[in-house]
Nanobody, 117 residues
Framework: QVQLVESGGGLVQAGGSLMLSCLAS?????MGWYRQAPGKQRELVAM???????NYADSVKGRFTISRDNAKNTVYLQMTSLKVEDSAVYYC??????????????WGQGTQVTVSS
């Protein structure tokens, strides 16, 4: 059974930083992060494609950095210069294949990030 366990969410003031972690139960070529704010669709934040290329939403470029430790089956999301509009539930996404508009197969349960003004 595939498990993706997120951690690192919380409450932070605008301009602050947080790091999210996602520990996977196995090795996946594609790993990364989506988010969903209340009343909005789930959207890509940052994702390693199956070829290892990092991809970012335009809204987070220059502020967020995705990284991974393959030895630990873990993907990270370093978030800096956080904005109120970054508030959402952040979901880990992983699988063998990922493309823009087509998330990978597996999801974590999500971790809440709240940015206060």
């Amino acid at each position: 059974q595939v498990q993706l366990v997120e951690s690192g969410g919380g409450l932070v003031q605008a301009g602050g930083s947080l790091m999210l972690s996602c520990l996977a139960s196995g090795r996946f070529n594609a790993m990364g992060w989506y988010r969903q704010a209340p009343g909005k669709q789930r959207e890509l934040v940052a994702m390693f494609s199956s070829g290892g290329i990092p991809n970012y939403a335009d809204s987070v470029k220059g502020r967020f950095t995705i990284s991974r430790d393959n030895a630990k089956n873990t993907v990270y999301l370093q978030m800096t210069s956080l904005k109120v509009e970054d508030s959402a539930v952040y979901y880990c996404n992983a699988g063998a294949v990922w493309r823009f508009g087509r998330p990978a197969d597996y999801w974590g349960q999500g971790t809440q990030v709240t940015v206060s003004s």
